[in-house]
């Protein structure tokens, strides 16, 4: 099997293994009940002695934990079985510092556990370990069992097994098949020491200190060269997560698209964030592809420029105003209106009952006048406190910039965090009866949720309807690792209602004015292809213009090694059947380590 080299095949009564340091002679067992790691980790992701405990556990010592709440160290069997389903190796939970280093000969005795990562609530697997451990050190400096090289002709193009229906389900009582499912050949290694070879990255080094490789470079590439998550059904296989055992002020600081040269290596942990990780003691050289931050094209005088932007929680008290600027006007060439999300309120996450968040706006606006940009006017309802989700007291919203030279607001009056906006006639012709307004804030779809923001904006002497949204977010989903199969999307079920309510909004407007431009944009917190994005379009109202990228480059954000889309700029039939337009993902964020904001900027130029 490719997981397993010919070496590690042998079934070896007795290994010696020799360094200058010292020798150890370790013997199979004589007795019937002795128990090996493979014995432990079993065939399915759960160990048939779990709660039981265990005596004299041989290993090589293969990496050390010396921080966080997981304290502890890897062994592993240097006399492998034949069975390519069984680990070699496991985790050894101490708590505190554990008194071994790499190369050690060890016998562990206690009890075998499965620990889940983040807790049972999360769906996650299982990371079978020795707890209330006893260790006794039988020697050291010894050689590290060699690691499994894992490639792309090794690890399987199919992602996992379906879920057994009568376990609710879950892959955990499913024998192993590693040789058919990604997941299943990753678990085969657990605890085991493993290698990556000039593994490209697909998800740029974050602050926790840990990035994302791909061992399969062809895999659903995108031009710059990441991973697209195109659908539910391919899942990019090659993906692995890589943290250091190491000091982190060495750990590579990458972007998408640079290599990790030569080899990266260490045992292979499970873990709340992301699955299965190559924890390295060992990181190749970085190797830079020279990624470049994007710029667009600048709208033509008859051509209106709309964008959307998640600036992440932006308040007065950040450090990133003049870079949010920067790229609004240079990146983005100073849209005419600029659909803003998380805008927090002038004291940021200060739970005091603040709401307002002029402070937060206008100094915006005057870093992008420093910037050379437009002094832009805007417009936004400030929430009732701490009722649309987000940080508790940060009290984040939509907020429009448009550009006074070139576009007007049509004010309507009486628009507030309780009232809801409606369509109207005005001299045969859509009009909104608030401007600014939300959306049916009173709905049961927002809550705890941002509302939709609609605006009334005229170009050129053509009114343009802009609905700004930020859905509600995936979290409390279960993650791609997670041992149901496949895995519940349990936000989807808000976001549908949300899609629904806007999409109703929208029929509103195009019922009363078939030929009325209108886009609905923002943080959508969907892909494109989901059912959220098929309900906004339903009816034919609404059609995501991401659509009209190549698949390679529908992508605004990065998440776990997968470049996706989350942010969407939808047009209402007017708008696309005129083919006048233009849609750019403009990747200036998500692909690299110093981002100022985990999305990508999305703009829609077109001539209304």
Known sequence: MPNKSSARLAALTVAAVCSAASTVVLTSPAHADSVRIHDIQGTTRMSPYAGQQVTDVAGIVTGVRTYGSSRGFWIQDPNPDANPATSEGVFVFTGSVPKVAVGDAVTVSGTVSEYVPGGTATGNQALTEITKATVTVVSSGNPVP?????????????????????????????????????LDYYESLEGMNVQVADARVVGATDPYTELWVTVKPRENSDRRGGTV????????????????????????????????????????????????????????????????????????????AVATYNVENLDPGDATFDAHAAAIVHNLQSPDIVSLEEIQDDNGATNDGTVAADRTVTKLIDAIVAAGGPRYDWRSIDPTNNADGGEPGGNIRQVFLFNPQRVSFTDRAGGDATTAVGVTKEHGKAALTLSPGRIDPANTAWANSRKPLAGEFVFRGRTVFVVANHFNSKGGDQGLTAQYQPPARSSETQRHQQATVVNGFVKDILATQKNADVIALGDINDFEFSDTARILESGGALWSAVKSLPKSERYSYVYQGNTQVLDQILVSPSIRRGCDFEYDSVHVNSEFNDQISDHDPQVLRFQP
């Open 146 to 182: 060699a690691a499994t090289v894992i490639t792309a002709r090794s690890v399987p193009s199919a992602y996992a097994p379906a879920g057994d229906a009568a376990a609710s389900g879950s892959v955990n009582g499913l024998t192993l098949r590693p040789s058919k499912y990604a």
């Open 229 to 304: 998550y195109g659908s539910y059904d391919s899942q990019n296989t090659g993906r692995l997560q890589i943290q250091s055992l190491g000091a982190t002020a060495d750990f590579p600081v990458a972007n998408v698209g640079d290599t990790l040269r030569g080899t990266t290596a260490g045992p292979l942990d499970y873990n709340q964030f992301g699955g299965y990780t190559l924890v390295a003691n060992r990181i190749g050289t970085l190797g830079s592809a020279g990624l470049k931050r994007e710029t667009t094209e600048k709208q033509k005088k008859g051509e209106l």
